[in-house]
């Protein structure tokens, strides 16, 4: 059996080498713990922000269909109630502030003939590069 002498020299300073290894090792694994976190709190910063454009852009196509039904019920062009057909949205959108919404009216007849005709209004709101829509039938 051998037996270690510890005041041997080669074995003393192997002794430091470990505590160093061990004390980088602790270092790593804190390191690891930080950037996982960083990364994690950095996602979760992004989607947020997403989720907020996406708001926006709902509200706005909210605020389109608000627009659409104000105008059916206060009688439309001419005092019809008849919202007339087609893409509101290639003549140009309606904006407030940074958010637009553009909309589409379809009805069974094309056109109209009274205001009990089946209609489809669909509001589609963009806030920044998100675009929500919102649809209603009637």
């Avoid at 510890?6 to 950037?35: H, Q, T």
């Avoid at 553009?102 to 009990?116: H, K, N, Q, R």
Wanted: glycine share 10%.
């Amino acid at each position: 059996m051998t037996k270690f002498n510890f005041n041997d020299k080669k074995i003393a300073g192997s002794k430091g080498s470990i505590s160093v290894i061990v004390a980088l090792s602790v270092m790593a694994i804190i390191l690891s713990i930080g950037l996982s976190a960083s990364y994690t709190a950095s996602t979760e910063l992004s989607l947020s922000g997403d989720s907020s454009e996406s708001a926006k852009a709902y509200y706005a196509a909210e605020a389109g269909l608000e627009e659409a039904m104000y105008d059916r019920l206060r009688g439309g062009p001419g005092n019809s109630g008849i919202i007339p057909t087609g893409t509101r949205c290639d003549s140009g959108w309606d904006s407030f502030g940074l958010a637009r919404y553009c909309l589409v009216v379809t009805s069974i007849p094309d056109p109209p003939a009274t205001i009990d005709d089946i209609m489809a209004i669909k509001s589609v709101g963009e806030y920044g590069s998100v675009r929500r829509s919102v649809q209603i039938s009637f």
